[in-house]
């Protein structure tokens, strides 16, 4: 099998995860984040919504990370996601930081949600 290095432009990919933190373009932050491809922020959970709608019409899909379990989203949440127009895709952590990389590799326009493992 061939491989091929992934690079990623301009866009910062999620360089890795552990116990309670994600690692962002060389930056640990503890807690709950929230990145696109040139900007990662801290991030409150479900009830921190406005982020998350400010997001609309800037990307075409939102990772939900749900920690180290895939888990349902709030239905009222994903009805608020989806009536503003963003794509949710809802997956635990881990897999949601691969994907999102691999997209963001595409160069597609995504953003990650993210609860901690």
Do not use: K
Not at 11 to 38: N, Q
Not at 88 to 115: K, Q
């Amino acid at each position: 099998m061939q491989m091929h290095e992934v690079t990623f432009s301009e866009a910062t990919p999620i360089d890795g995860y552990g116990p309670g933190f994600f690692r962002v373009g060389g930056e640990v932050l503890d807690g709950a984040v929230l990145v696109t491809s040139g900007h990662v922020r801290r991030w409150s959970g479900y009830d921190d919504l406005a982020p998350l709608l400010d997001l609309a019409g800037q990307v075409d899909v939102l990772f939900i990370g749900t920690g180290a379990e895939t888990a349902h989203l709030p239905a009222d949440l994903r009805q608020i996601l989806e009536d503003a127009g963003l794509g949710v895709e809802v997956m635990h952590s881990p897999a949601a930081c691969r994907t999102f990389n691999v997209l963001l590799s595409e160069g597609r326009r995504v953003a990650a949600a993210l609860l901690p493992v």
